[in-house]
């Protein structure tokens, strides 16, 4: 079975340019997350889908952020403009459904903004 | 609010010797708690998870960790470490909706 895929796996860009991180969950899996991994920390959530519904986007800084789960399967986490803080690994992760217990994590995607 | 506390940033262990990382939790009557293991550039890899039942839960790779209502903590420990063990561990609390995550412990293992 495949895990969960995400792509690019490293993006360079300068600042103030877009960038979008596509993430695809584990098959059956309905909720899927966000997370944003800064050097030496833990990751944060960003956002969670059920579904295609976002049902927890607190976390999510909206003026450049956006992200969009069409058809409640993969998901795209966009950027725009970047900022140079905005240099980490962005996690996508996957369940059954909330409250299932474990998340499963794709390898991230690494983005550095110059 | 929730939180999961790593005390430790970084440990040292030598090849062979025996490990121990601390976790500690501050959520929940009945907090639903999981060890991560992530190499370098790699994502996350599940190594255990505790919800309910026998406090002692074995975990992948030959870890294991105890689960300790008294002190809140849910400690990871391993018998003998191997080199290939060296990663960032974190400990995480599943709270109603979410995961959340301690800010990790890099293991560094010395042949």
């Known amino acids: 079975e495949a895990g969960v895929v995400q792509s690019p796996r490293y993006k360079i860009i300068e600042k103030k340019q877009p960038v979008a991180f596509w993430c695809n969950p584990i098959?059956?899996?309905?909720?899927l997350y966000w997370y944003l991994q800064n050097l030496g920390q833990g990751p944060e959530l960003l956002i969670r889908?059920?579904?295609?519904?976002?049902?927890?986007d607190s976390q999510l800084p909206k003026d450049r952020f956006s992200a969009e789960r069409l058809k409640g399967v993969d998901s795209t986490l966009k950027i725009q403009p970047a900022e140079l803080g905005d240099s980490a690994v962005y996690l996508c992760a996957s369940s059954l459904h909330t409250g299932a217990g474990e998340l499963f994590f794709g390898e991230g995607s690494r983005l550095t903004v110059l | 609010a929730q939180s999961v506390t790593q005390p430790d940033i970084h440990i040292t262990v030598s090849e062979g010797a025996s490990l121990e990382l601390r976790c500690n939790y501050s959520y929940g009557a009945t907090p639903y708690l999981f060890w991560y293991v992530q190499s370098p550039g790699q994502g996350l890899q599940l190594l255990l998870k505790?919800?309910?039942?026998?406090?002692l839960v074995q975990g992948i790779k030959g870890f294991e960790a105890e689960f300790k209502r008294s002190q809140s903590s849910f400690n990871l420990r391993k018998p003998s470490v191997h080199w290939s063990d060296a990663a960032e561990y974190f400990c995480?609390?599943?709270?109603?909706?979410?995961?959340?995550f301690g800010t990790g412990t890099r293991l560094t293992v010395i042949p």
């Open positions: 505790y919800f309910s039942g026998d406090t």
């Open positions: 098959s059956g899996h309905n909720t």
């Open positions: 889908y059920e579904n295609e519904e976002a049902v927890d």
């Open positions: 995480a609390d599943r709270g109603a909706n979410n995961l959340f």
